[in-house]
């Protein structure tokens, strides 16, 4: 058995991923395959990027989260 490598997106990545969604009007399926990664990965995203809006965070959760999920 071979173990899988986790991979780790930049926080960059991740808020372009996110704003696919919440500003660009993907679905999130849509959004997934774009950017090659699984829909709970740009489910997770999302939700954290709308949370950080909604609280007007200037240190973001999501750019700052280095782990894949």
């Known amino acids: 058995m071979t173990k899988r490598t986790r991979r780790t997106f930049s926080a960059e990545f991740k808020l ?10 993907y679905t999130v399926v849509e959004a997934a395959k774009a950017m090659g990664v699984g829909k709970s990965t740009m489910d997770k995203w999302v939700r954290q990027l709308k949370q950080e809006r909604k609280n007007g965070s200037s ?7 280095t782990r894949a999920n």
Do not use: G, I, M, P
């Open 16 to 25: 372009e991923a996110a704003q696919l969604v919440l500003d660009q009007n």
């Open 59 to 65: 240190t973001s959760s999501l750019t700052n989260d």
